[in-house]
């Protein structure tokens, strides 16, 4: 794919009412969407998202939007999965509700600045989906980016979108992103590209403290960051200087009960756990642990603890696409760790170029 523009193109056809294209980074498996800003979604808007972008027609909001909308989950809060709120209609002013124009008058009334949960009525046929505190500097996805580039364009932080389609069906990937936001004179914003737009010119955490731990493996430096957005501490364990010129063994995770506390040797399905992980950058002489401050739930925790119990099977696929693609980049790249030799089976991801990383290898345990 070919270099996009600066991301300030993007931010002036938003203020302006315009739809743009925005997808997870420039690498051919990139998958996209169309973008609105809701509080100026039209009738003609929801109608070319359904009928030219193909996919659900969804609402990108914040927490407190959420909070002042009093707006349920729609399912069980999962850690990784999108948090999708129970669909909406507005109260008044709409028929059936599923036309193009009565979904953009519930995406504006719902958007309004002094919207309240009597303007709105539920089930409906728009579908909100909530976006993590702080955007996409704390998770990469579609939500955030479509809550952030609204925000940013002057316009409130909440967008109509929808997931780009191909003829088939299928996610509309790579240059085919591209090349239909030039059939239809769409600017194009990355995701990748907005993390580093956010990252230049934005502040999300602060490291309150540095200090010394013995570990069997090697004095480590801990530093400690305040996590303003969810007043959240995370922690580095840094052995020896990274450089950022040349690869450093990492591992980004929080802490879990199963993996880190309860399970003692998983020989039929290893799995980088705190200690092995501490154990594999001691051996080396040099590398950082990121422990990120996400507290399981109880449902999450009594999940681990059946999991337990049950025939080890195939690992699940690590979620640093998720988690380290946010914070525990920012963390990364303040420690001086910019290349990668990352802790975990081998796993797709995106954008994380936005943060100057470059992952050079992946490191299965033995």
Known sequence: MSALPPIADALSALAAGRRIVVIEDETGE???????????????????????????VCMAITEPRRQQLQLPPMAAEGRHRERFTVSIEAASGVSTGISAADRALTLRVAAAPRASAADLVQPGHVFPVVARPDGVLRRAGFAEACS?????????????????????????????????????????????GLIHHRLLTEGTLRRTRTTRLETPYGCFAVHAYHDAPVDALHLALVLGEPDPHEPVLTRVQALELQRDVLAFGQPAAPAWNLERSLARIGA????????????????????GLEALARPAGPVPAPSFAQRALGVGAQILRDVGARKLRLLSHPVPYRTVAGFDLEVAEFVSPA
Do not use: K
């Open 284 to 303: 080396e002489g040099c590398g950082v642990l990121v422990l990120l401050d996400e507290r399981e739930s109880p449902a999450q925790r009594l999940e």
């Open 148 to 192: 952030d580039l609204p925000r940013l364009a002057g316009r409130v932080a909440a967008g109509a979108y929808a997931m780009l389609l191909d003829e088939a069906g299928e996610l509309l990937r790579g240059d085919g992103l591209l090349a239909f936001a030039r059939r239809h004179g769409l600017p194009v914003a990355s995701i990748s």
């Open 30 to 56: 990139a998958t996209g969407c169309v973008l609105v800003a809701a509080e100026r979604a039209r009738e003609d808007d929801v109608n070319f998202m359904a009928a030219e972008a193909r996919g659900l």
